[in-house]
């Protein structure tokens, strides 16, 4: 019998290839990264190699569902790996004059609805706590506004006017 018509027990179902995650960067630029981003991201890597991928490996040699998580988590060591190579960490400024990488800026609509946002690096974008990419509309609108300057962009719901009410660096 051909071996194309067998199956080895151990062998378990094919594990796919997964693609490499693409860069959210336009390509040539920096990848600005706040200090405690690339602390979080080493603290990540560290218990991905250190803990979890060699218990996944051991797991590998028999359930062929950790192969695929173990893949997985392969491709997500690679991406904190590429992420932290080409990371420049952007130290907050010593003056608060305006907003730039890094700031807590509060805002105010038209409506008197208050917001705040972080401007942040792609890797710790964090929508749920208001932590915004350096690259978005919105935080490229504030970078450079100072106290009480009012300034526009265009978000989905169309052109928003927002007025500077706060700013903070951690």
Excluded at 7 to 32: F, M, T
Excluded at 89 to 103: C, L, N
Excluded at 135 to 152: D, E, F, H, T
């Amino acid at each position: 019998m051909s071996k194309a018509f067998t199956r080895e027990e151990n062998e378990g179902p094919e594990v796919p290839e997964l693609a490499p995650a693409a860069s959210v960067l336009p390509a040539g630029s920096p990848n600005y990264i706040t200090r405690a981003g690339a602390d979080r991201l080493r603290e990540e890597l560290t218990r991905l190699v250190e803990t979890e991928r060699p218990h996944l490996v051991d797991l590998a040699k028999s359930e062929p569902e950790a192969k695929r998580r173990l893949s997985i988590l392969d491709q997500r060591i690679f991406q904190i790996e590429q992420s932290l190579g080409n990371a420049q960490v952007v130290s907050p400024p010593s003056k608060i004059e305006r907003v730039t990488f890094g700031a807590t800026v509060t805002v105010r609509e038209k409506s008197g609805e208050e917001s705040t946002y972080r401007i942040v690096g792609v890797d710790e974008t964090d929508f749920d706590r208001g932590w915004v990419s350096w690259l978005s509309p919105i935080a490229r609108a504030l970078i450079n506004a100072k106290m009480g300057q009012r300034v526009r962009f265009n978000s989905p719901a169309g052109e928003q006017e927002l007025e500077v009410v706060a700013i903070a660096y951690e």
